[in-house]
């Protein structure tokens, strides 16, 4: 067993990095500023933080708390190396795949390296080298690593840099059945982290992206300043992000099909506003037609789309048809190259591929664009008009529409992505050519799960979370420190200095880890300072409290202070951090 003695003290005055009063002006949100300003981290370049040793305590216990967790789940550590040889990227796919955010180099000989943004290559190539049998698997190896992203717009610190620390998971298994069981065992330890590190969080459905695969959740702390947009239902436990959430089919077709189709002027009338304004017919009544360029060789394709609806990139992205990622409007020449008209594009007669979504294909007698300056049709129907369309369900869904569960109508709440885990299938097994041989004798191709989780964004998400005017508010278990023993106006006083000290020693040997603070700093910033480090407990020692045999305690959460006799203070602030 572990004799390690755990607890310490610290002394400020040893500690020689300086909270900052001013809100620094490049920090946009709370957390951001909150790290600079606790001393937590330092910015080198942009996307890019040296940790401090404030910040490396905290992230010391997040980590220690994801190791043990996956432990207890089965996973075994791993460290890979950061440089990953450009060879197994072309293997997969994703030297071209990945696009910029991969950071790419070149070593003596020329030979091509990329800086591992996450390592389902190297670990499928190690793992084909280690695994020959069925009775190998199942099997999950996981490190905690530093990851680099040459990410478009890195922002908010290390809430989205371009070098962070990830834990990143990956599990291998002969069947589905078995794959399922490890992903619940990855879901699981998921949430015995997320419970264990204090933190507010929900598991959503989720799109597993250009990594391919199939089943795939998101772990979401709800924060304001969050930048994924999740659907809940405001009854039961549906929880989704808006990129995978279901669109329901319309119950009622709108309109009857007894229009007719006419053309009707609509002079300088471009957007849905002006067309709806124009014709006094509500957006939900009219179709737009986006035109979106091909990736490379592949033409463009034009989604329909009703006027008050909005595009969801990924359910089109689902669909293969060659669409160019992130989605790019056609416009100007390569708009009139096709012979469509921006702003009235018609969806009959089209030189591309339509798409229809589900709740503009329910509509009859709608309105659209005539395929001609400052024209729309109104009247229009799909089968009449337009003749067979394809259907899918291509648009985000918009709040207090019915739950895809059946329960409840859908709110929108923000959230910051902490975990994301995956079921892989065979994609990376393929194509590195890992394959063990069955029960039967026969060769099979492992499936794979992934399971990533962002250390350095925890710690970013929690202080959004846990935050008030004067600072920081740690949950207990990833508080820098326990507690902080604030020695006041020391200068001069032995006997009250000894008292801090010695009840900093007592609180230590009983296993807390300690700040004294014990600077030369006037009171108010001493207070001031703590606060904004957010301890969880406060214990203060001053000459007036000493001398009537007293301590001052105060929780970081709690807007009162309370008095304790000196003689039994240790003994209560032990029984507090056991609670
Ligand atoms: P995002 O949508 O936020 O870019 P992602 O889908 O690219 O995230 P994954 O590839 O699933 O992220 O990575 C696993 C985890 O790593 C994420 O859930 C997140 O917590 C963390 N992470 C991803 N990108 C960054 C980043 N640039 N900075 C800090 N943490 C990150
Ligand atoms: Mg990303």
């Not at 709108?254 to 009707?264: F, H, N, Q, W």
């Not at 709608?366 to 008009?385: E, I, Q």
């Not at 700040?515 to 214990?539: M, N, Q, V, Y």
């Not at 001052?552 to 003994?571: K, N, V």
């Amino acid at each position: 067993m572990d004799s390690t003695p755990r607890g310490s003290l610290t002394r400020a005055s040893r500690f020689p990095i300086a909270v900052l009063k001013e809100t620094p002006s490049d920090a946009e949100i709370v957390s951001h500023q909150l790290m600079l300003r606790a001393g937590l981290i330092r910015r080198a370049a942009s996307g890019v933080y040296t940790w401090l040793p404030m910040g490396m305590r905290v992230l010391n216990k997040v980590q220690e708390i994801v190791r043990s967790s996956m432990n207890r789940h089965g996973a075994m550590e791993v460290l890979m190396p950061v440089l990953n040889p450009g060879e197994l990227w072309r293997h997969s796919g994703r030297w071209d795949d990945y696009g910029p955010d991969l950071m790419r180099l070149t070593d003596r000989h020329g030979r091509e390296f990329c800086l591992g943004p996450t390592h389902e290559e190297i670990i499928t190539d190690t793992l084909r080298q280690e695994l020959h049998s069925h009775a190998q698997l199942p099997c999950n190896f996981y490190q905690i690593q530093t990851k680099f992203r040459d990410e478009v717009r890195p922002r908010f610190g290390v809430m989205r840099g371009r070098e962070f620390i990830m834990k990143d998971a990956y599990s291998f298994h002969t069947s589905q059945e078995c794959m399922d069981e490890g992903y619940q065992a990855m879901h699981d330890a998921y949430c015995e982290i997320f419970d264990r590190l204090g933190i507010d969080y929900i598991a959503v459905r989720a799109d597993s992206g250009n990594i391919g695969g199939s089943l795939s959740h998101e772990f979401q702390m709800l924060a304001e300043s969050g930048e994924d947009v999740i659907v809940c239902s405001d009854t039961s436990d549906y929880a989704a992000n808006l990129e995978f959430a279901e669109a329901l089919p319309p119950e009622l077709p709108a309109g009857d099909g007894s229009e007719s189709l006419e053309r009707v002027a609509t002079p300088g009338c471009t957007t849905i506003d002006d067309v709806c304004t124009h014709l006094n017919v509500p957006p939900e009544r009219t179709i737009k037609i986006l035109a979106l360029a091909g990736s490379d060789d592949a033409p463009a394709v034009a989604v329909a789309l009703r006027g008050d609806h909005s595009l969801a990139e990924l359910k089109l992205a689902r669909l293969n048809l060659g669409v160019a990622q992130p989605v790019q409007l056609l416009e100007g020449e390569a708009l009139a190259g096709l012979g469509l008209v921006p702003g009235s594009i018609a969806p009959f007669d089209l030189p591309i591929p339509l798409v229809v979504d589900r709740d503009a294909a329910a509509l009859s007698d709608f309105v659209c664009g005539a395929g001609a300056p400052d024209m729309h049709c109104t009247g229009v129907n799909w089968a009449r008009d337009v003749g067979e369309i394809q259907v899918h369900d291509l648009r985000n869904v918009c709040e207090g529409e019915p739950s895809p569960d059946g329960s409840g109508k859908l709110v929108f709440r923000r959230g910051i992505e902490v975990g994301h885990i995956f079921q892989l299938g065979t994609k990376y097994s393929d194509a590195l050519g890992l394959r063990v041989l069955g029960a039967d004798g026969k060769p099979i191709t492992p499936l794979m799960g992934c399971y990533g989780l962002g250390v350095t964004r925890v710690v970013a998400a929690a202080i959004e979370q846990n935050h008030d005017e004067q600072g920081i508010v740690w949950p207990q278990p990833m508080a820098p420190f326990h507690v902080v023993v604030v020695l006041l106006n020391p200068a001069g006083r032995r006997a009250l200095t000894e008292c801090a000290e010695a009840l900093g020693q007592s609180l230590a040997e009983a296993g807390c880890e300690v700040l004294l603070e014990d600077t030369e700093e006037r009171a108010g910033a001493k207070f001031a300072s703590t606060e904004l480090l957010g301890i969880p407990h406060r214990l203060v020692v001053s000459e007036r409290n000493v001398e009537a045999g007293e301590i001052e305690y105060r929780s970081r959460s709690a807007e009162q202070s309370e008095q304790w006799p000196i003689q039994e203070a240790a003994q209560r602030l032990l029984r507090r951090l056991r609670t």
